[in-house]
């Protein structure tokens, strides 16, 4: 706990260096708050159901296509993720899960509970049937939904997954990375300090993506990245959701994937720090007729792929 103490004092010793130089600093913090909320305002629509309430937005026109966002995402972060496939003629649909943003934490704010509010939102959307996408944790709640409700899943793409793989530990945190999740992540101005004073260890610690693959990228690709950090503030509507996630993508369990009769996809980096490679593997190996991608390098964010990788789901939801 040395370790753990010493590296949170001394982001804490940072913020208060930041805090302490007065005004300045607090006007650029209290701005860059305000963008944040700014960026969620109306953009989001609220349904009602047996979970309480659930958050979603739209983007696009044609047929509708399920985002699920990941770990430290929302709504926002699903419609980001997915607007390749809204430009392509898809229309996205994207949920805030148990936690995030506007939508409520229910009592009970297991997989199985969030694939069903899922489709509750589809009752309300009166969306018959579609393809699912999930990214990291998402994809947990992806193949819940495919399992559940099978006739309402046309096609499932896994993304990142942060799933089960069979005689693998438990993906545990770093020491950095506990005391980040225990402090950083309650708070919108820890959080803000931490990527104004330690970018390069809030990419590797909650992107999972070697710091280094991100310099060397193109600054398309070094913008995208930094916005997917920056796009975490507010941190504080969004804790409860990233600490169930902690919880539930730390530790995966077991699902009957070799069950799911739609058309699967799924899709990971092989130097992705949380072993998401293994785990797209292990979904590739046992849903029948399972495809597989797994990029040589990009982190857990897939750096220098996204554009290939848009491109290769929309062309399999197409043939579907």
């Known amino acids: 706990m040395r370790l753990t103490r010493r590296r949170w004092l001394w982001l804490s010793a940072g913020a208060a260096v930041l805090a302490g130089t007065g005004g300045a600093v607090y006007a650029a913090y209290a701005s860059e708050l305000a963008r944040a909320r700014a960026r969620l305002e109306g953009r ?14 739209i983007a696009g026109d044609g047929q509708p296509v399920l985002m699920i966002h990941g770990t430290g995402g929302g709504f926002d972060q699903g419609l980001a993720f997915a607007q390749p496939l809204a430009d392509a003629g898809w229309k996205v649909i994207a949920p805030s899960r148990f936690g995030y943003l506007r939508s409520s934490f229910p009592e009970d704010p297991s997989l199985e509970n969030q694939a069903d509010a899922l489709a509750e939102l589809l009752d309300e959307l009166k969306i018959e049937r579609l393809p699912v996408l999930g990214g990291s944790a998402g994809a947990l709640t992806a193949l819940q939904f495919a399992i559940r409700h099978p006739a309402r899943c046309s096609a499932v793409a896994a993304i990142v997954p942060a799933t089960y793989v069979p005689g693998r530990d438990p993906v545990r945190p770093t020491r950095l990375g506990a005391t980040i999740m225990a402090y950083g992540l309650q708070s919108d101005f820890l959080f803000w300090a931490g990527m104004r004073i330690a970018e390069d260890q809030m990419i590797a610690t909650l992107l999972a993506t070697d710091p280094e693959i991100v310099r060397g990228a193109s600054p398309q690709e070094q913008a995208r990245v ?10 504080s509507t969004r804790s409860q959701g990233l600490l169930n996630d902690a919880r539930q993508a730390g530790s995966p369990q077991p699902m009957p994937i070799e069950t799911i009769a739609a058309p699967t996809l799924a899709i990971s980096v092989e130097d992705d720090r949380f072993g998401t490679a293994a785990a797209a593997r292990h979904i590739a190996a046992t849903v029948p007729g399972a495809q597989l991608i797994v990029y040589p390098s990009g982190g857990h964010v897939w750096v220098g792929h996204d554009q290939e990788m848009w491109v290769e789901i929309d062309s399999f939801l197409k043939r579907r």
């Open 226 to 235: 930094r916005k997917i950090l920056r796009d975490i503030l507010p941190v």
């Open 44 to 57: 989001s629509l609220l349904v009602n159901g047996r979970f309480g309430q659930m958050e979603y937005a």
